[in-house]
């Protein structure tokens, strides 16, 4: 796993306790939980944008639709014109590696959550958008 993916996680774990901790505050409701509130819950604990680390920055957290967060970043040092065009598919890659054990990750997706990651370049060119649905962890 690359240096920026560990930086990424160091990042996105936390931020999930957050999630999770608000799941299971919700765990006795029948209902599953709405996106927008996650993210509000989320926001209420963070200032946004936020430096990742040197390369990304979160510029928001906001729910895509009642099932679907989205987690939008910039990579800050990218532009349409430098952006290695095989970057998307190795920032999917690394993130689908270990969504399906990470603990929060599973949390949202047992909830049925979809987790939405976007990125783009700091000239705001899209580079990748990665869906992690429950399926995909077989939930």
Not at 31 to 56: C, F, I, N, Q, Y
Not at 126 to 132: A, E, H, K, N
Request: hydrophobic share 45%.
């Amino acid at each position: 796993m690359s240096e920026k993916t560990r930086t990424m996680w160091r990042w996105v774990t936390p931020a999930l306790v957050v999630l999770a901790t608000l799941l299971f505050a919700n765990g006795c409701r029948s209902r599953t939980p709405d996106a927008a509130e996650l993210a509000s819950g989320m926001k209420a604990k963070m200032k946004l944008p936020v430096d990742v680390d040197g390369d990304t920055r979160l510029d928001d957290v906001r729910a895509v639709s009642r099932t679907e967060l989205g987690y939008f970043l910039t990579l800050t040092k990218a532009t349409r014109a430098t952006l290695d065009p095989n970057l998307g598919k190795l920032l999917e890659t690394n993130l689908r590696a270990g969504a399906c054990q990470n603990p929060n990750y599973i949390a949202l997706m047992k909830a049925g959550i979809t987790v939405i990651v976007a990125y783009r370049t700091h000239d705001q060119a899209d580079v990748v958008r990665i869906v992690l649905a429950p399926k995909d962890c077989r939930f």
